[in-house]
């Protein structure tokens, strides 16, 4: 389980109402029962159920299973798709070790915000289900321009775009992005917002168009290709 608070042989923590539900409702633990807990910082720890009530739980801390292993560090920016499929990214995203999620508003983006709290929850369920010690940084959702501003300079930014004439993403490329657009592609607009930035690297992800989440997908696999975060 996901928790925030620091994590150290002897310490106590509460879970959350929804970790309390899930725990004695869905997994059908009781007090005495043991659980596994990370925080993104301080490795895997193995605890024990000291309470468990109504929206209530309370975990006392015993000894660290697994230390926090580096991340692969690719980020991952990607245009606002329909729900489904935005969840979709996050999930698989999460699942491959993406460690920052930029979603991003393009000129023909349909949606006009996100729920973070939902993506949030999909990610700490998906970094759980796939046994990685971090949960990916959500930046809130913003306009491709302002989050590209925000991009730090001297990491590439793998821009996927079909239908053009630009290398093949390569393989392996660590301390990197890639940023992937909506089920419209890019509008001309955003081409000329990319053209402002010196580490924008337009590549191609192959001759057939891919959906955008295959895209997504596809693009983050080539990028660790020899290096599992
Ligand atoms: N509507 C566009 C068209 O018909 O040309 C297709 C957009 S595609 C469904 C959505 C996004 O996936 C694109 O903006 C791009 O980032 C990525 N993408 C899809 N196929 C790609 C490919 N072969 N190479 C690179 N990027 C690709």
């Known amino acids: 389980l996901?928790?925030?608070d620091p994590l150290a042989a002897g310490a106590t923590i509460e879970l959350s109402a929804g970790q309390a539900h899930y725990l004695g409702s869905v997994m059908?633990?009781?007090?005495?029962?043991?659980?596994?807990l990370f925080n993104g910082r301080d490795g895997e720890w193995d605890g024990r159920i000291t309470s468990l009530g109504r929206g209530k739980a309370g975990v006392a801390v015993e000894f660290l299973v697994r230390p926090q292993a580096d991340d692969a560090d690719t980020?991952?920016?990607?245009?606002?798709?329909?729900?489904?499929?935005?969840?979709?990214?996050?999930?698989?995203?999460?699942?491959?070790?993406?460690?920052?999620?930029?979603?991003?508003?393009t000129?023909?983006?349909?949606?006009?915000?996100?729920n973070e709290d939902r993506l949030q929850a999909i990610a700490i369920e998906a970094a759980e289900q796939s046994e990685r010690l971090t949960v990916p940084?959500?930046?809130?959702?913003?306009?491709?321009?302002?989050?590209?501003?925000?991009?730090?300079?001297?990491?590439?930014?793998?821009?996927?775009m079909e239908r053009t004439d630009v290398p093949p993403l390569a393989l392996s490329t660590p301390h990197?992005?890639?940023?992937?657009?909506?089920?419209?592609?890019?509008g001309p607009r955003d081409h000329a917002v990319l053209k402002q930035f010196d580490f924008v690297r337009p590549?191609?992800?192959?001759?057939?168009?891919?959906?955008?989440e295959t895209a997504a997908i596809a693009g983050i696999v080539l990028?660790?290709?020899?290096?599992?975060g």
């Open 2 to 4: 996901h928790v925030t």
């Open 28 to 36: 059908r633990r009781s007090a005495g029962d043991g659980v596994r």
């Open 75 to 105: 980020w991952l920016m990607f245009a606002v798709l329909k729900r489904d499929q935005t969840d979709l990214v996050v999930q698989k995203a999460t699942e491959l070790g993406v460690s920052a999620l930029l979603p991003v508003f």
């Open 107 to 114: 000129e023909r983006t349909n949606a006009a915000r996100v």
């Open 137 to 160: 940084a959500l930046h809130p959702a913003r306009p491709l321009a302002d989050a590209l501003a925000a991009w730090p300079a001297a990491r590439p930014l793998f821009v996927a």
């Open 176 to 186: 990197s992005g890639l940023l992937v657009g909506p089920e419209g592609g890019f």
């Open 203 to 212: 590549v191609s992800l192959g001759p057939r168009i891919l959906r955008a």
């Open 223 to 228: 990028l660790q290709a020899s290096r599992y």
